[in-house]
């Protein structure tokens, strides 16, 4: 890739031919983002960047506020947001059809596809108009997710980690509190079991802790007992090492202990009622959960009177350290598509949306921690969050993992969902993560092969 380059792809056809070819004028209205045209509320003379954002509600007008804020903090950009639903393909699509919007926030997942496709532009093109970004801004993990084969594909919006929530009043019950919180498997297999109760039929009254609750991470497992998924040095998936076998035979013998059927039942209503006040954690259905930060922001509004608190995921008891918890760090993502009209423009606009001050507003309205390396003396004062600091110390981990870093990462982590569920029904746990690390490992060879033949080689 040529510094200061501009050039996606050979030539492609426009975006009405494309989109015909996938399906025509249906699908492009269900594909493409409905731009606003009006420049009735924009001041004159300034050029206007379109970006694409997943965000809506409380989140959405969060991030507004701090367009808001950029838009008049000078004179020269201004900054339209649009909301866009499934943004991923629809950001694809419109930089293959070489009408791009300018900005684009996606997730931390897709930066080796977009950075092997050159769909968007690594920021050390865009060094001789800005000072550039450099990685120690960043916490080492987060750092690492932005980063692809020694470049900066993107900047970040939010990060986050997974944490254990727990129901204080429960422990209670039990005459225990905060001070018994589980620290390794072992301890949570305990407690979960003493908290779970049954029905005269083998219902699920109350679960103490199952995995599939929410089944969002079916991936994220391996990673307390030490298992990365992916080594980057040798390219191989490392699923089917002993760590990765034994993080799913712990899977499968809490579906033997609570019941197969029983807990899927459970499960099964969390789609249902997913963060309402019929939320298994939320109407007491459920002891303990890994969720997000966002489960804490949730629940000040659906639960208020709900006592809870949340610690980083319990782990495989030889690994437990409590000064370096275990747990992926995954991000949200800024990026700069490739054709975007006005690169520099852009990449002012990034550069803000990464000052500490910035950073830390939005943090706080979203009630996540920094993904910066540091962060200032007020940041956790009143923080909205009382439990952030559970993430943070996950993200500023020097054990924290993140997703493998492969284009094929997509159809890997679909691959774990199939096996969590065999293995929840009682599939022999050591075949059925073998036959999936076989064939995750087929994809990202191909994928690496793909790579090789268009660029020249492995590293390019």
């Known amino acids: 890739m040529h510094k200061g380059s501009n050039a996606f792809s050979p030539p492609r056809p ?12 249906g699908l492009a209205s269900l594909l493409w983002p409905r731009t606003p045209r009006s420049r009735a509320n924009i001041p004159c003379g300034r050029v206007v960047l379109d970006y694409w954002e997943k965000w809506t509600g409380s989140e959405g007008l969060a991030l507004q506020k701090i ?6 903090s000078q004179d020269r950009v201004w900054i339209r947001r649009i909301p866009v639903a499934d943004i991923v393909p629809k950001t ?59 470049l900066q594909w993107a900047a970040v919006t939010s990060c986050y980690a997974l944490g254990l929530y727990c129901n204080l009043a ?32 083998g219902s699920l009254t109350r679960t103490g802790f199952q995995q599939n609750l929410p089944q969002w991470w079916p991936y994220s497992w391996p990673a307390l007992f030490g298992n990365a998924l992916f080594d980057p040095a040798s390219g191989r998936a ?33 789609d249902r009622s997913y963060h309402t006040p019929a939320d298994p954690f939320f109407s007491g259905r459920a002891s303990m959960v890994v969720q997000g930060p966002w489960l804490a922001s949730f629940a000040r509004t659906t639960a208020p009177h709900l006592e809870f608190v949340c610690i980083p995921p319990p782990v495989h008891d030889p690994l437990l350290d409590p000064a370096a918890p275990l747990g992926i760090v995954e991000a949200d993502i800024l990026i700069i598509p490739r054709g975007c009209r006005h690169p520099a423009e852009a990449f002012d606009f990034v550069r803000f ?70 293995v929840w029904g009682g599939e022999l746990v050591a075949p059925a993560v073998r036959a999936v690390q076989s064939r995750a490992q087929e994809l990202i060879d191909v994928a690496t092969l793909r790579r090789v033949q268009r660029h020249g080689g492995p590293g390019s």
């Open 14 to 25: 426009g975006r009405r031919a494309l989109l015909a070819a996938l399906g025509g004028v």
């Open 92 to 150: 694809l699509v419109a930089i293959a059809g070489g009408d791009p919007p300018d900005l684009a926030g996606l997730y931390s997942f897709n930066i080796p596809q977009l950075a092997e496709s050159r769909a968007c532009m690594s920021f050390d093109e865009l060094a001789d108009t800005h000072e550039p970004l450099t990685p120690d801004l960043y916490a080492p993990a987060v750092s690492r997710l932005l980063t692809f084969n020694g």
């Open 353 to 422: 949306m990464q000052r500490r001050d910035v950073q830390e507003e939005l943090c706080r309205a979203h009630g996540k921690s920094s993904p910066l390396r540091d962060v200032s003396p007020g940041f956790w004062h009143d923080h909205p969050n009382p439990h952030v600091h559970a993430f943070d110390s996950i993200i500023k981990s020097s054990r924290a993992s993140i997703l493998p870093q492969t284009r094929s990462w997509q159809q890997y982590a679909d691959m774990t969902g199939g096996l969590f569920d065999r």
């Open 238 to 270: 490392t699923l089917a090492d002993p760590s990765g076998i034994a993080a799913y035979e712990w899977i499968k013998e809490t579906a033997r202990r609570l019941g197969a059927d029983a807990s899927r039942a459970l499960a099964r209503t969390f």
């Open 67 to 72: 367009v808001d804020r950029y838009n008049l």
């Open 170 to 201: 429960h422990l209670r019950e039990l005459d225990l509190d905060a001070a018994a919180l589980p620290r390794t498997i072992s301890q949570l297999d305990e407690l979960a079991e003493r908290l779970t109760i049954r029905g005269a039929d």
